[in-house]
Structures are given as structure tokens and as C-alpha cells.
Antibody
Framework: QVQLVESGGALVTPGGSLRLSCAAS????????MSWIRQAPGKGLEWVAY????????SYADSVKGRFTISRDSSKSSLFLQMNTLRADDTAVYYC??????????????WGQGTLVTVSS | SYELTQPPSVSVSPGQTARITCSGI??????VCWFQQKPGQSPVLVIY???KRPSGIPERFSGSNSENTATLTISGTQAMDEADYYC????????FGTGTKVTVL
């Protein structure tokens, strides 16, 4: 069965950096786009970034562009999110999400359990 | 930027029909997904491509999308359907709706 297990969440001070990881199993990781989606405490869902199946293409939300970098290592079935210059409003649970790109449109079909990032002094 | 608006809350009696709307400019030209999120859990996909149900999602969940409004309908609502529901669509990037809390009383 599909499993997505995030790790790396922590308490970090404003301006700091953090790297999140996601270990995927149960499917052909290299065949799928992957996304990071976050949820601030008590708030709604916010898409953060996606990476294409062969890592040739990435896209970011305006709120993180220039600060966050999504990457993948398909040989290890792993997804990453490098987060720099963190701000208090980056505080959220970060979900690793599989993105099925099936015509006519992509959709998020499996979600990990999430990892909590807290940005505070 | 593109916005999707949902009512903050919907209340429904057990066995009745709950309808959750998602509004956006020319939303009918896009493909909408719906996610269910129970407290302390990760979101679960319940509808994709406006009307399709993933395997394992009960038939009481259905979707529609026309003009400026997409609707998630839960027929014969059960207590286990009490949750937050989010719509989602793609513009230049992915956009989520504001979320609706469904209460089954």
C-alpha cells in the first residue's frame, strides 16, 4: 500500500533553515509528481510546491518562492523540502503528497501524516 | 490570485443530504477535487475530476461543477462524515478552498 512518511519537523528560530524529508513506498515513486502542502494550526490547506516525475520541473507558491526548494532522489524514493529564511507564518504541519497526473487534470491522491514545523524565538 | 470560497459551516441531520459549495470565477472551466479531513488526521481525497470517486469512498459522496460553483453532496449523511471539507482546483498553481466544517446533529 502507498505510504508517505515525513520527517524533519522541528522548532526553529526566525531566519533559520530546515530540511524536511519524505520516504515513499508502495508505488513507483519515479513515475509520480510530488507536492508539499501545509496547514497552519487551526487553518486551511495551502499548497507549497511540486516537482515533476523526473525532476525537470518545479513550481512554488508565491509565499515561499525564493526561500524554499523542493527536490527528490528517485533512487531512494525520497522527497525533500529545503526551507530557508523561515518566518513565523511558515509555522504549519507540512504534508508530503502524491500527485497523480491523469488527464484531464492532476489531483492529490495520497497524503502523508505530516510533520510539524514551528518557527518561533 | 485565484480564490475559492466555501461556507464556513454546514449542519445536517443524520440521514439527510449535505451540500457544500465552492465558488470561484469560471470554476466550471476547471476540474475540482474535494478532500475530507477529520480532527488530527491527514486529508483524504473523496472526489476528483469534479465527479469521480476514488476506490473505497462511499457512493453517498458525489460532486458536480458548473459555471462558478462546484458542489460536494453527501447523501444519507452519517455521523462518521462529520469533518472539514476542502475543495481544490488548479489555476496557474494549486488553490484550495477556505474549508467547510460539516456538523452532523
Amino acid at each position: 500500500q502507498v505510504q508517505l512518511v515525513e520527517s524533519g519537523g522541528a522548532l526553529v528560530t526566525p531566519g533559520g533553515s530546515l530540511r524536511l524529508s519524505c520516504a515513499a513506498s508502495g508505488f513507483a515513486f519515479s513515475d509520480f509528481y510530488m507536492s508539499w502542502i501545509r496547514q497552519a494550526p487551526g487553518k486551511g490547506l495551502e499548497w507549497v510546491a511540486y516537482i515533476s516525475a523526473f525532476a525537470g520541473s518545479t513550481s512554488y507558491a508565491d509565499s515561499v518562492k525564493g526561500r524554499f526548494t523542493i527536490s527528490r532522489d528517485s533512487s531512494k524514493s525520497s522527497l525533500f523540502l529545503q526551507m530557508n529564511t523561515l518566518r513565523a507564518d511558515d509555522t504549519a504541519v507540512y504534508y508530503c503528497v502524491r500527485q497523480s497526473v491523469v488527464a484531464p487534470a492532476a489531483y492529490f491522491d495520497f497524503w502523508g501524516q505530516g510533520t510539524l514545523v514551528t518557527v518561533s524565538s | 490570485s485565484y480564490e475559492l470560497t466555501q461556507p464556513p459551516s454546514v449542519s445536517v441531520s443524520p440521514g439527510q443530504t449535505a451540500r457544500i459549495t465552492c465558488s470561484g470565477i469560471k470554476l466550471g472551466n476547471k476540474y475540482v477535487c474535494w478532500f475530507q479531513q477529520k480532527p488530527g488526521q491527514s486529508p483524504v481525497l473523496v472526489i476528483y475530476h469534479n465527479i469521480k470517486r476514488p476506490s473505497g469512498i462511499p457512493e453517498r459522496f458525489s460532486g458536480s461543477n458548473s459555471e462558478n460553483t462546484a458542489t460536494l453532496t453527501i447523501s444519507g449523511t452519517q455521523a462518521m462524515d462529520e469533518a472539514d471539507y476542502y475543495c481544490q482546483a488548479w489555476d496557474s498553481t494549486s488553490v484550495f478552498g477556505t474549508g467547510t466544517k460539516v456538523t452532523v446533529l
